[in-house]
């Protein structure tokens, strides 16, 4: 089964709420193996409204919608679905006195207007709502090319319709439910273009199905796969894992939620190793990352901000025209580096020239790099942070032979 949805509401348009009913409705339609291909967000407007629900009843078996069906004169859904089904919008007196019901309940008296929501496209299913006073319904098309599930705007309310109603629903229409099983693996200071590049061909399967997702600094591969057993699904994602793993090798440094810091952290941690720190940077954001992971005890020193500065003035001493960047680094990496742990120096730019990140063991392990020109963005200063931190990660497995990749 595919299904679509439509967010209605001017105020979705505007910008003025975020629009966590799409979010759980994808959620809600994923966990029972229905294909979701579109969602569109519309305002207030029937025309509009019909001409969305039409395209998508031409592409769809079923059409979720959300927002509307409230008393107001802008609350225009049913009509909309009554045009796009080809029905007639009929009065329920049944209807008004279920609305009426609810406001007694609520100890309140239902206000004229609220008879507007006694209205129906003329056949349709009504669909219990106990938590608020919005009736909801399913509408078939006319000429049969599937139908709609109207459902409230208000979060609340539209919860627990998709929990108890609309879930149930679609699994007794579709025979059952299948299942869809989504897993992320997550790489980091690797550009998306070269991850790409090096599972592209793998991203047309069809099932499952391999997408990415770039951030700051890092890129995710996701897995999905659908299949008529959770044991099945989960199969099917075993295999495309350990292909993509044995493609990506160490830029994988985590699953689905992990973040770097917390794998970082939990390396340094069970290998009781310390890390010290010099960042002239980032302003101490590496440090500080891990901290918020739950790992404040593997940090033996961090030094940013003006005492970054004086090490940097210190460590080049001696050295002619202040040095280079490897050779400062390096040296700042050697001096910041606790007994038998791990020193991480992130520094520059020195005279206008590049920056520089180096790490100094575990043991003699040691590695320089130099990154392009640093320019003072939240953007940078997150790709070194996960650049760091990746490179401890990569010193404590012993894995360095990636390089540098800024794109």
């Given at each position: ?46 025309e509009?409204i ?56 609520f ?9 507007r ?75 998306e ?32 796969a ?10 099917m ?27 970082v952290?939990?390396?340094?941690s ?13 302003g ?6 891990l901290?918020?992971a ?7 020193s961090?030094l ?34 606790p ?9 520059g ?7 520089a ?51």
């Amino acid at each position: 089964m595919r299904a679509e949805i439509v967010m209605i509401g001017t105020e979705l348009l505007l910008g003025e709420i975020v629009d966590t009913n799409a979010n759980l409705l994808a959620v809600a339609l994923r966990d029972i193996g229905i294909d979701l291909y579109y969602k569109t967000t519309v305002g207030d407007n029937e025309e509009r409204i019909a001409e969305v629900l039409n395209l998508a009843l031409d592409r769809s078996d079923a059409v979720i919608t959300s927002g509307g069906i409230g008393p107001t004169v802008d609350d225009v859904t049913r009509q909309a679905i009554a045009r796009a089904t080809g029905r007639k919008l009929i009065y329920s007196e049944e209807l008004e006195r279920q609305i009426a019901a609810r406001f007694r309940n609520f100890g309140r008296k239902m206000a004229a207007n609220n008879k507007r929501q006694a209205y129906l496209p003329e056949g349709a299913l009504p669909l219990e709502n106990p938590v608020g006073t919005a009736p909801c319904f399913l509408s078939e098309d006319t000429g049969g090319r599937g139908f709609i599930v109207c459902l409230p705007g208000v979060p609340r309310e539209l919860a627990h319709m998709t929990e108890y109603t609309v879930v149930p629903l679609l699994v007794e229409r579709m025979g059952g439910v299948k299942v869809i099983r989504v897993r992320v693996l997550r790489t980091c200071a690797v550009g998306e273009s070269n991850i790409d590049r090096g599972i592209g061909d793998l991203m047309t399967s069809s099932n499952p199905t391999v997408g990415l997702a770039a951030h700051a600094g890092q890129t995710d591969a996701r897995i999905a796969a659908r299949a008529g057993s959770e044991a099945d699904a989960e199969a099917m994602i075993a295999g495309m894992e350990a292909e993509l793993r044995s493609r990506l090798g160490v830029a994988v440094y985590g699953v689905d939620k992990e973040t770097v810091a917390e794998v970082v952290g939990g390396l340094l941690s069970k290998r009781d190793l310390k890390l010290g720190v010099v960042d002239t940077l980032t302003g101490g954001q590496l440090s500080r990352e891990l901290n918020e992971a739950g790992f404040e005890s593997v940090i033996a020193s961090d030094l940013y901000g003006s005492h970054a500065d004086q090490a940097v003035v210190d460590a080049c001493d001696g050295l002619q025209q202040d040095g280079d960047e490897r050779t400062l680094a390096g040296i700042l990496a050697e001096q910041v580096a606790p007994e038998g742990g791990v020193g991480l120096a992130m520094i520059g730019p020195l005279a206008g020239r590049s920056t520089a990140i180096a790490v100094r063991g575990p043991g003699d392990l040691k590695t320089i790099e130099v990154g392009r020109r640093f320019e003072d963005s939240d953007l940078v200063r997150r790709w070194t942070v996960m650049l760091g931190l990746d490179r401890v990660r990569r010193a404590v497995l012993g894995v360095l032979e990636s390089p540098v990749d800024w794109n």
